[in-house]
């Protein structure tokens, strides 16, 4: 989608520190870490919020929660724990209108979350 930072991202228009790239996903280290792991995980599809996800895209979503765990294992934090974030729509704090799921980890997270 014209316009979309992380359509731009996986398209290699705009830099990013892509650490994984397959035919459907795109992870890069996130620009503002919130903990000393901190990836997002990023489908190649526009999808604009968690609320746009449909039937179509249940392979895609198993792939990005399977990717997450892959790479949380490979940065060595599958063992002491990670969290997975979503942010939807303006409570939760979301600012970029392209789905995307937060790693964190490499530090305790609280809950409940801020
Ligand atoms: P959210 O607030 O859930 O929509 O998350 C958007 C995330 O994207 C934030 O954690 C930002 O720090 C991150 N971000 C914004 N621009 C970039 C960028 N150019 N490269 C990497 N991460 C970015
Ligand atoms: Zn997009």
């Known amino acids: 989608m014209k ?20 035919s459907e996903a795109v992870a890069f280290i996130d620009i503002n870490p919130q903990a000393p792991v901190h990836i997002l995980i990023v489908p190649k599809k526009h999808i604009s919020t968690s609320l746009d996800i449909t039937e179509k895209d249940n392979a895609l979503i198993g792939h990005l929660f399977r990717l997450a765990a892959k790479i949380a ?6 063992e002491r724990g990670f969290r997975l974030v979503m942010n939807t729509n303006a409570d939760a704090g979301q600012t970029v209108f392209h789905i995307h799921l937060h790693l ?8 409940p979350p801020g």
């Open 104 to 111: 964190l980890g490499g530090r305790h997270m609280h809950w």
């Open 73 to 78: 294992k490979e940065k060595g934090i599958s």
């Open 3 to 22: 316009d979309c930072l992380f359509c731009k991202i996986s398209a290699k228009k705009i830099p990013a520190n892509i650490i994984y790239e397959d």
